[in-house]
RNA sequence: GGUCGGUUGGCCGAGUGGCUAGGCAGUGGUCUGCAAAACCACGUACAGCGGUUCGACUCCGCUACCGACCUCCA
């Protein structure tokens, strides 16, 4: 194996909207920060984008030796609802029409996240940490920005005040927005007019009394702003500073610009190196929304219950999907371009197996050095991963020469041809291996009873010789045949 | 309306100032009693119009279309 440490990753940042050489801050220490789901509903493709699009991120780095710890929240607090006037709180919402407590539908689709995840063969995050287990900290962490004189309480909530943070720091670095254009734009909510800006942002919000989801606080009962979650555990948990802030590109604006704005009002320095931001999963060209009403969840996705959907589709597939394209372009759903993907994905499992029966020469007529050059330039370059798949499929033919003996390869490259295939499809794709898994007791006896149908056939057209051949075929692997009036019966000799 | 991004062959999807991306489908072939599978081989392309250049799909400008964000979303 060629040493992957020699690699230079470069990862596009969008703050620079350039490519950068990966250089962490403290090596060979990693810290990732991504935004996870907010457990309302049962998440969809779109949602699978940030979590397979990072989990390639955590293996590759992983790989590479880092030692990394990946952090990624679930949102189980706070976030408003799109069409409902009175800003009511989206989980709050939900539970009021089903007639739970928050808690229990958070915990419920937490718990079907994570079924989903494990489906994908996401590997967990070193930490979880849940908005509602960290409201101490949140509030703290509103200390410090008032403070620090960028916040500021009006009626029971605080709100960051953006102008007086932008005299002295950029908001909108992250988005290129500039605050004239967010003057003209902003439109009109309930609740503006404690601001004192439109674009300001609750960093604290005073719970109105029919609020279920809300803590006491210094400025009363209330609950944590929209943007405030990811601010705080990520310092937490990394530190002021840290490496990568990752999540969807939706999340760009105003989310990410808020939280550089939050943290860096509070520690006084910017605390992220590298942002990155995944794009997203579209279907007819359009983006792939709950609000859209045109989402497919992963459960309807496995189970093929889903009028948009052909047939049930394998999580590997799926997963296979996505990486065939790059993570910062979108892609679009279709029944023809995943099952594109599922008999590719096929094939190359066809080409391990395939590999695995390799026998080796004594010297070798292909290179495999530069097949797994090849295989890191693509990762290296922004985690390439469908150049990367592409190089896999190219792979295949030299397996298949070797294989049909137009092509020798030694011990030593086959043995690193093997690992090649391990280590870029299973360890750093994540596809799973395939596994043999048949029905055996239902096959055996759909067998028997085929060819029994078949002895029938024979018997019908007086062809006693193939039927009595079944019937002593049969007898012979200890299955009794009896036949009966209009039929068999059949049994397994004991 | 503002900001940003995209437009690649039948479909999906990379990439590059001159050199085959890859997958699926299609066509031809090998194998096979037939078929299937597998394997091998092979097209068709860079939205339009200008410009820069010895040369542009790749750089620049304009036009058209699509999308994202600006308002909850990954």
């Not at 020699?6 to 801050?25: A, D, M, Q, V």
């Not at 900290?137 to 909530?157: A, C, H, M, T, W």
């Not at 999907?321 to 790059?326: S, V, Y």
Request: net charge negative; hydrophobic share 35%.
């Amino acid at each position: 194996m060629a040493d992957p440490g020699n690699s230079e990753l470069y990862i596009y940042n969008t703050l620079t909207r350039k490519k950068e050489k990966f250089e962490p801050l403290n090596p060979p220490y990693v810290g990732l920060y991504v935004c996870g789901p907010t457990v309302y509903g049962d998440a969809h493709l779109g949602h699978s984008r940030p979590s397979l699009t990072f989990d390639l991120l955590f293996r590759y780095l992983k790989h590479l030796g880092y030692k990394v710890r990946y952090v990624r929240n679930i949102t189980d607090v706070g976030h408003m609802e799109s069409n409902a006037d009175e800003g009511e709180d989206k989980i709050l919402k939900k539970a009021r029409l089903a007639k739970l407590e928050p808690m229990e539908v958070v915990q419920y689709y937490t718990n079907r996240f994570r079924h989903n995840m494990w489906s994908l063969n996401v590997l967990e995050p070193s930490i979880e940490p849940l908005a509602s287990g960290h409201i101490i900290e949140q509030q703290e962490f509103v200390d410090l920005i008032v403070k620090s004189g960028y916040g500021y309480e009006v009626n029971g909530s605080v709100y960051f005040d953006v102008d007086k943070y932008n005299r002295n720091f950029n908001y909108g670095k992250l988005s290129g927005r500039v605050i004239e254009d967010l003057i003209s734009n902003t439109r009109e909510l309930e609740g503006q007019e404690e601001k004192k800006n439109p674009y300001d942002f609750a960093l604290w919000k005073k719970a109105s009394p029919e609020h279920l989801m809300h803590w006491p606080s210094r400025w009363g009962e209330g609950f944590p702003g929209w943007h405030l979650e990811c601010s705080t555990m990520s310092t937490k948990y990394l530190g002021e500073e840290f490496d990568i802030h990752g999540g969807g590109m939706d999340l760009l604006f105003p989310h990410h610009e808020c939280e550089i704005a939050q943290s860096t009002a509070a520690l006084g320095k910017e605390s992220v190196k590298y942002w990155m931001h995944n794009n997203l999963v579209t279907i007819n060209g359009q983006k792939m929304g709950k609000s859209l009403g045109n989402a497919i969840s992963l459960f309807e996705f496995f189970s093929g219950d889903h009028p948009l959907l052909d047939k049930a589709y394998h999580p590997m597939a799926i997963r296979f999907f996505i990486m065939q394209a790059h993570y910062r372009s979108t892609v679009d759903f279709s029944n023809d371009a995943i099952q594109a993907s599922e008999k590719g994905l096929q094939r190359l499992f066809e080409g391990i197996k395939t590999l695995d029966k390799l026998k080796s020469s004594e010297h070798s007529t292909v290179d495999v050095e530069a097949l797994e050059r090849k295989c890191y330039d693509a990762m290296n370059d922004d985690l390439n991963s469908p150049v990367l798949i592409s190089h896999l499929f190219d792979g295949l033919k030299i397996i298949n020469f070797i294989n049909a003996g137009q092509d020798f390869i030694n011990e030593k490259d086959l043995k690193n041809l093997k690992n090649l295939y391990h280590d870029f499809l299973y360890n750093i794709l994540g596809i799973d291996k395939p596994e043999e898994k048949i029905d055996t007791e239902n096959l055996s006896d759909r067998i028997i009873r085929k060819f029994l149908q078949v002895r029938k056939e024979a018997k019908q057209r007086k062809d006693f010789a193939t039927a009595d051949l079944i019937r002593e075929t049969l007898n012979q692997l200890g299955i009794e045949i009896k036949d009966t009036k209009d039929g068999f019966e059949w049994k397994i000799k004991t």
